[in-house]
């Protein structure tokens, strides 16, 4: 950063402290570098030079939320459906994958969302977690109400 004064409007002391004090750092990594930055400030009148001012700025990473995108499967009627982690198309920018679960906000219409306890279907309830590991594995599923075909999973009504 350089301020140049004009000798037709030579800038104040109060000039250069404000242009100092507006002096900003941005960091726009999603993964930011955890060694410091450091800004040296010098001001001249043109002939001679300030002390050296420091200031040293830490950026410390924010935990950026999962990112969960719609995502439309395929299932044969009266046929229990496996759901699969990339059924829930959830991505996190800072964590790892292992780490990582699903809520179920919604159930649907029609047919019942139903998760594996040990060796028994047992149906989800609103707000029930589960984690990818246990998705993973096959342990939940989408049971569709017998006869039912059609779109479900937005309360719906099949077809």
């Not at 410390?60 to 009627?77: F, H, I, L």
Request: aromatic share 6%; no cysteine.
């Amino acid at each position: 950063l350089v301020l140049l004064a004009l000798m037709v409007m030579p800038l104040t002391l109060a000039d250069y402290m404000q242009a100092i004090k507006n002096i900003t750092f941005t960091n726009s990594s999603e993964d930011p570098s955890t060694v410091p930055r450091i800004i040296t400030v010098t001001v001249t009148d043109g002939g001679n030079y300030s002390n050296t001012a420091t200031t040293t700025v830490n950026v410390v990473a924010v935990n950026d939320a999962p990112v969960a995108a719609p995502v439309n499967v395929t299932g044969t009627e009266d046929t229990p459906l496996i759901l699969g982690w990339s059924t829930f198309g959830v991505t996190d920018v800072d964590s790892p994958a292992s780490s990582l679960g699903i809520k179920i906000t919604q159930l649907p219409g029609e047919g019942k969302l139903q998760y594996l306890d040990g060796s028994t279907w047992k149906d989800v309830a609103n707000n029930q977690t589960f984690s990818k590991a246990d998705i993973d594995a096959g342990k939940l599923r989408f049971l569709p109400d017998a006869n039912e075909s059609g779109v479900n999973g937005y309360g719906g009504t099949g077809m």
